[in-house]
């Protein structure tokens, strides 16, 4: 279940972005006399890396709490149309994609 939902998916490409910035770092090693290089482009990426996870943290805390109704677990819905990070059942809080009820369904347009 790493990238089921769009906050997940978020936060699994910062922590690659860390990873990245690890490697690059090391890449310095090979050759010493561009380390210092290597070091401020790694950097970089772990620093854009903390600007991500920062701003998905703010994110999260304003995105909707509902109850999937699959497993029944209480997940996070970021915009209209998200995943359940439990079940990867599609959760939508937009009226149209509403299961029509039976009179719905007999009504002419």
Request: hydrophobic share 45%.
């Amino acid at each position: 279940m790493l990238l089921s939902g769009k906050l997940n998916k978020i936060r699994t490409f910062a922590l690659l972005l860390i990873f990245i910035g690890m490697g690059v770092m090391y890449i310095g090693f090979i050759w010493p006399d561009w380390m210092s290089l290597f070091f401020i482009l790694g950097m970089l990426f772990v620093l854009t890396s903390v600007g991500i996870y920062f701003w998905v943290g703010m994110l999260s805390t304003q995105s909707a709490k509902v109850n999937c109704p699959v497993c029944k677990k209480e997940t996070k819905v970021l915009g209209k149309r998200d995943e359940c990070m439990h079940c990867k059942a599609i959760l939508s809080m937009d009226p149209k994609d509403a299961p029509q009820t039976q009179t719905e369904q007999n009504t002419p347009l």
